[in-house]
DNA sequence: AAAACACTCAACCGCCTATGT
DNA sequence: TACATAGGCGGTTGAGTGTTT
């Protein structure tokens, strides 16, 4: 795995790197990666050094097992994200995306084998014995409402799901009015939206996804019950953290 | 005891997007 | 508008370690 080809050293990193890269993102702080190696007098790559950081060295990173209500929480928001890891890491406090994503294709996915394999037997286990069944996944699609006008942009149309083109939302302030009843927020020609993309773009559920997405509605009578309720106040906080806002249930 | 196999996780790679010129 | 550069992300790899045979 270790190499200096290109002159740029690859590999485990030793503790004497580990040390000064910490001491220069202490120094000078985060980002500029670009420049980290020269200040730090490091021979590895900006990309390097910034995963090194990020998925070792960064303060308050938790080591060790996830727990049962981690792993609640990573299940749930995969069904709603994807593979959207670092999305799901953010909502999993000191969890880097790399340990979720690890921790997802090694634990979860032989899960996921095995209860195909039990499919198969059909014995008598319950289902809540068995804690896990695949999910369909939730992956929503961006669509083009750009950060610079996020409220009065439109919502684009995918040929895919068959949705008049240009859907203008006609919401000035439209996170002042996310709470409002799931009727208001989440018609928009048969599709469900959620603000929810990179950069204040808009994500929009077709009705098949939005079934799913319904699974956590079912509980709550109205979209402000759902996105109040726990763990689903993520998919708020989500859509701000997207537009650099700060969000704050309380 | 040792070989074979399975598993974990740190690190790399390539791609995409944003930003600056 | 086009290009260059940086940041960030998900997919994948492979060395190290643990377990089984």
Known sequence: MEGTLSGVRKGAWSQTEDDLLREC??????GKWHLVPGRAGLNRCRKSCRLRWLNYLKPNIKRGDFGEDEIDLMIRLHKLLGNRWSLIAGRLPGRTSNDVKNYWNTNMRRKVHSHNKDDKNKNN????????????????????????????????SS??????????????????????????????DNMIWFPGAKDGAFEVWDEELGSIASDFLAEAQTL????????????????FDSMGRDFNLS
């Not at 669509?143 to 409220?151: E, H």
């Not at 240009?166 to 439209?174: H, Y």
């Open 125 to 156: 286990v319950k289902e809540s014995e068995t804690c896990w069944k695949p999910h369909q996944v939730i992956k929503p699609v961006p669509r083009a409402l750009r950060k610079a006008s996020p409220v009065q942009g439109k919502v684009m």
């Open 25 to 30: 993102v202490q120094l000078y702080g985060e």
């Open 224 to 239: 402000t019950d759902f996105l109040l309720s726990q763990p689903s106040t993520f998919v708020i906080s989500v859509a």
């Open 159 to 188: 040929s895919k799901v068959g949705v008049s083109e240009g859907v203008s939302l006609g919401c000035e302030n439209w996170w002042e009015t996310l709470l409002d009843e799931k009727e208001e927020n989440t018609a928009v």
